[in-house]
C-alpha cells in the first residue's frame, strides 16, 4: 500500500454508491484532486449550484494518494518547459501559477485541512558536470523574465550546506514556488469540504458512458445515472468518456520508495535543515522528500507504458524498479546504509506530449475537460478546475485566453507505433544521459515536432 494511504485512523470512510437517477447542475467526473477542486470551487463561485461528484473507486485512491507530495506552482511541468514552449506567456504563466499555490495554501487554512502542508521549495540538482551548466543557464534565464528572487545558484559547496551527499555537485534553489505536503491528507481533506459545501459524492460509482442532448448531459453508471446541464471530466490517466481525447494521453507508472523513521543520528547526518524538496536533473530523474515524521520518500527513475496504454493494479508493484532505486538512494546518501524501507508502491499517472495539461470543451460547450498534468498535478489540477469552471462559463478570463489553454498537444499516434516510439525515446534518454546531455537525431526529431520529452 502507498505510505499516505495507510492510514487508517484518518482515511475516511467510503460513501455510497449512486443507485438510480439523479438530477444536478453541474457533475464532475473523478474524484481525485482535479475533481474536487471543481466541485469545490464551483460551490465557492455559486453555493446555489446543486453539484454531483462521481468516484469509480475512493476519493484520492489513485495520484491523488500515491505522489511524491510535492505541490509546485508551475503549470508548464517546470520553468524551462514554459519558456520553450510559450516564451511569449512565460511570466504570466508563472505569476498565476505562484498565485494558484497562494490559494491551495489559503484553502488548506481556512477549511482547517491537516496535511503536513510546508511551504520549503525545491532544489533541483545537477549530479554530473554537464547539468551544471544547465543549472547555471536556467537561474540567468529566470533572472531575465524577472524571477531572480525567486531562484538561487547554489555551488557544491553551498549545496553541500543544505543536504549532504556526494552526488551533488550544484543545485537550483526554488525557494517559495513549491510546498511539501501529505497528498491523501489533502484529497481527504477536499472530501470533507466539499461535503460541507453541499456537494453530493457518489463513490464506488464508474462512470460508463456520455451522452447529450440540446439542454442535457447524461452519464451512465452501473446501477444508475446522472442527467446534468454541464459536466467537468478529471478522469486524467484513465480513458476519457470523450473518446477523440484518448489520443492525446498515454499513462505511465511512476514508482516510490518510503524509508522506517530516521533516528536522531541518520538525520543529522543528512543535515537537510531546509527541508526543501529534492530532485536530480538527469532525464531518468529522482525526486526526495521528508515526511513530518522525518522517513525519506525516494521515487522516480523508472518510468513505464505499458503497451496499448494499459492501466492494472498488478502494475503498482515492480520489485525489479524498487532494488534499482534502493541501490541508487544508498549511493546517494551513503550515511544512510542500515535504513530499511517499510513502504513500495507505484501508480499511473497522464502525459501528454507537450507535459503539461490541456483543456477544452465537447457537446456544445456543456462538458468541459483537463488531463495531461504529467506528474505536477498536486498544484496545477486547482488551476485546471478553475479553467474547465471558466470555459463552462462561456465568458473569457484571463486563464481561458493563455495560449497554454486554446491550443492542444500532438496527439500520439496509434499503436505500433506508440509503444515503439515511447521506447525509442526512453532508449536514447538513457543515452543522452550517459553521454553529457548530447540528444541523439530521434530526440532532436522530437524536439523539431513538437513533441520533445525532456524530463
Known amino acids: 500500500m502507498p ?16 443507485a438510480g437517477e439523479t438530477r444536478c447542475d453541474l457533475l464532475v467526473v473523478g474524484g481525485g484532486y482535479s475533481g474536487l477542486w471543481t466541485a469545490l470551487i464551483a460551490k465557492e463561485r455559486d453555493p446555489s449550484r446543486d453539484v454531483v461528484l462521481l468516484e469509480g473507486k475512493e476519493t484520492g485512491w489513485a495520484a491523488s ?3 511524491g507530495g510535492f505541490c509546485d506552482s508551475s503549470l508548464t511541468h517546470g520553468f524551462a518547459n514554459g519558456l520553450a ?15 494558484n499555490l497562494d490559494a491551495i495554501e489559503e484553502a488548506v487554512r481556512h477549511h482547517g485541512i491537516d496535511c503536513d502542508f510546508e511551504r520549503t521549495g525545491e532544489i533541483e540538482l545537477a549530479t554530473r558536470p554537464h547539468q551544471v551548466a544547465e543549472l547555471r543557464e536556467t537561474a540567468e534565464e529566470a533572472a531575465r523574465h524577472g524571477l531572480g528572487d525567486r531562484v538561487t545558484f547554489l555551488d557544491r559547496e553551498a549545496v553541500a550546506g543544505q543536504v549532504s551527499s556526494p552526488s551533488f555537485l550544484a543545485g537550483l534553489w526554488f525557494r517559495h514556488s513549491v510546498a511539501m505536503l501529505h497528498p491523501a491528507k489533502l484529497a481527504w481533506g477536499l472530501k470533507r469540504a466539499c461535503l460541507e459545501a453541499g456537494v453530493r459524492i457518489y463513490e464506488h460509482t464508474p462512470a460508463r458512458g456520455l ?19 454541464q459536466a467537468a471530466l478529471a478522469t486524467n490517466a484513465f480513458p476519457s468518456l470523450l473518446r477523440r481525447l484518448r489520443p492525446y494521453i498515454v499513462p505511465v507508472y511512476d514508482y516510490a520508495l518510503m524509508t522506517e523513521p530516521l533516528n536522531r543520528q541518520q538525520r543529522e547526518a543528512l543535515g537537510w535543515q531546509g527541508r526543501q524538496g529534492l530532485a536530480d536533473s538527469a532525464n531518468h530523474f529522482h525526486y526526495f522528500r521528508l515526511t513530518a515524521d522525518d522517513r525519506v520518500l525516494w521515487g522516480g527513475y ?8 494499459r492501466i492494472s493494479a498488478e502494475y503498482d508493484q515492480r520489485p525489479e524498479t524498487f532494488r534499482k532505486l534502493a541501490a541508487h538512494f544508498f549511493d546517494t546518501f551513503p550515511q544512510l546504509r542500515g535504513v530499511r524501507f517499510s513502504h513500495t508502491w507505484g501508480g499511473v499517472i497522464d502525459t501528454c506530449s507537450r507535459f503539461s495539461p490541456f ?15 504529467t506528474g505536477l498535478g498536486v498544484g496545477a489540477t486547482r488551476f485546471g478546475a478553475e479553467v474547465m469552471l471558466d470555459l463552462l462559463g462561456g465568458e473569457p478570463t484571463e486563464r481561458t485566453e493563455l495560449e497554454l489553454v486554446r491550443k492542444k498537444p500532438l496527439p500520439f499516434p496509434p499503436e505500433p507505433v506508440r509503444w515503439a516510439g515511447i521506447a525509442m525515446t526512453q532508449w536514447s534518454l538513457t543515452r543522452a544521459d550517459a ?3 548530447r540528444r541523439n537525431l530521434w530526440l532532436k526529431a522530437m524536439d523539431a515536432a513538437g513533441m520533445g520529452f525532456d524530463s
Request: charged content about 25%.
Open 3 to 18: 505510505f499516505w494511504l495507510d492510514d487508517p485512523a484518518v482515511r475516511p470512510a467510503a460513501l455510497p454508491a449512486l
Open 65 to 67: 494518494g500515491r505522489n
Open 85 to 99: 514552449r510559450w516564451p511569449g506567456e512565460i511570466e504570466k504563466l508563472e505569476r498565476l501559477g505562484l498565485a
Open 211 to 229: 451522452s447529450s442532448d440540446d439542454t442535457v448531459v447524461t452519464v451512465g453508471t452501473p446501477y444508475g445515472r446522472v442527467r446534468a446541464r
Open 302 to 309: 523508472d518510468v513505464l507504458y505499458h503497451y496499448g496504454s
Open 359 to 373: 483543456f477544452g470543451t465537447a457537446h456544445s460547450g456543456r462538458v468541459a475537460y483537463a488531463a495531461g498534468y
Open 435 to 437: 553521454r553529457g546531455g
